[in-house]
């Protein structure tokens, strides 16, 4: 379970992130939108341990990232926008890596290792360098790796950018599945579609303030007050 608590980000005196309260409980799927400039990604940098909270809790299954960070991250998968790998190891080593990062043990590690690659599909790419692998290739590799220790929580930034229909057929259901297993989801997009297909519930942020937080029902009754469209609801709260 994430838990923002009155969470409020300040640099100097702008105020990127203003007073912001969340839930996203076990086995929800939340979809986290607004426009650039909005407090997307410092949200999820503050999230993630990379930024200290000006003002304000947030709790990563139990632990406050800011006095347990080390604990609290290693309940979470995080998947930056642009997909990190270490171009001279493997995909295989990689995950080998960040495996040990998380102290697993070395046989538990190598069977959801390859589990990963099969589920994944990247058996064909695993075992050669990674500076040789497509955008989507890298994409699947990094989401495998992030999930190599079975996190609570999966924190993702744009996961579809740049990915050929199939990766992104792969990773839209292995997004989904995990939710259905009880793994709290929160994903930044700027796909509307996206986050309509796959999110039970849908936050939009705007100058530091979240301006609409709910189901997909109480977003139907939203989009009916205009043409029927999740885009025209997008604009009409963000102009």
Known sequence: ???LRNVTKKFGNFTAVDGISLTVQKGEFFGFLGPNGAGKTTTIKMMTGLFTP?????????YDIAKNPIEAKMTVAYVPDQPFLYDKLTGREFMYFVGGLFKMDKKKLKLKIDEL???????????????DYSQGMRQRTTIAAALVHEPLSIIIDEPMIGLDPRSAKIVRETLRKKAQEGVSVFMSTHSLPIAEELCTRIGIIHNGKL???GTQEHLE???QQYDGKFESVFLELTK
């Open 1 to 3: 379970m994430i838990e």
């Open 54 to 62: 000006t003002q304000g809790e947030i709790i990563i299954n139990g």
């Open 117 to 131: 690659v099969e589920h994944f599909e990247i058996g064909d790419w695993v075992d050669k360098r990674t500076e």
């Open 211 to 213: 301006a609409f937080v």
């Open 221 to 223: 009754l939203h989009k």
